[in-house]
């Protein structure tokens, strides 16, 4: 891919319900994809990346994402959020011959308690 | 092991001083990168390199200068600070270009120009 867009600014819900955060990716050849979290304060961390293979990805602390190739999307989802996931969540993608890793503006996730 | 190490935390300057942000890794990775993080923008790739002795430019250089003299150090220069230089800048390091194995991002350095 190219780049990546996300959509979801800012995402506010409530402990327990369920979370779904938008990535679009632009094609540009090989595809490969990551989101990142940014708890309040901290640096990145990487969730969880797809490269090939299985589209149903699973990452760290109950996240996973889902590559869906004919919608551009790379959506990451969590069944039960909990007030601990409160973050800023980015999705990236590797550009330019895999030199350069690009990232989305962003969506902030607040959960209430 | 301390992964990726950034100095200082927090740092003021004069419009029209110069310094250095400094980026250590000890994770033997070949790759390192420096990012500003600035609200609603995400990460904004500066500068890159893909080895020692090899530098190259990301989405916004102008202001900045880096330099890879060994493996482990990238440090990032400031050469007259100004306004539009304050933010949040994290230096981050991969074992293979495009992170196939994830970054390791350092803990940041927030940058305020007076």
């Known amino acids: 891919a190219q780049s990546v867009s996300q959509h979801n600014h800012h995402v506010i819900l409530s402990e327990a319900a369920s979370l779904e955060l938008g990535c679009n990716y632009s094609?540009?050849?090989?595809?490969?994809l990551f989101w990142y979290v940014q708890y309040p304060g901290q640096h990145l961390q990487l969730l969880l990346k797809y490269f090939s293979g299985d589209p149903l990805v699973k990452g760290i602390k109950g996240f996973e994402a889902e590559f869906i190739k004919s919608k551009f999307s790379f959506n990451l989802r969590k069944p039960s959020v909990q007030w601990s996931d409160t973050a800023e969540y980015f999705c990236?993608?590797?550009?330019?011959?895999?030199?350069?890793?690009?990232f989305g503006t962003g969506t902030r996730l607040t959960i209430i308690p | 092991n301390a992964g990726v190490t950034q100095t200082p935390k927090f740092q003021v300057l004069k419009t029209g001083q110069s310094m250095t942000l400094q980026c250590a890794q000890d994770m033997n990775h070949e790759y390192m990168s420096w990012y500003r993080q600035d609200p609603g923008m995400g990460l904004r790739l500066i500068h890159y390199?893909?080895?020692?002795?090899?530098?190259d430019q990301g989405e916004v250089p102008n202001g900045y200068n880096v330099s890879r003299s060994t493996t482990e150090d990238f440090p990032l220069r400031l050469l007259s600070a100004a306004p539009s230089q304050t933010s949040v800048y994290f230096c981050?390091?991969?074992?293979?270009?495009?992170?196939?194995?994830?970054?390791?991002f350092g803990s940041g350095t927030r940058l305020t120009v007076v």
């Open positions: 981050a390091s991969s074992y293979t270009t495009g992170g196939a194995d994830g970054y390791t």
């Open positions: 390199s893909v080895g020692a002795g090899i530098t």
């Open positions: 094609y540009g050849g090989t595809v490969n």
């Open positions: 990236a993608t590797p550009i330019f011959g895999n030199e350069k890793l690009t």
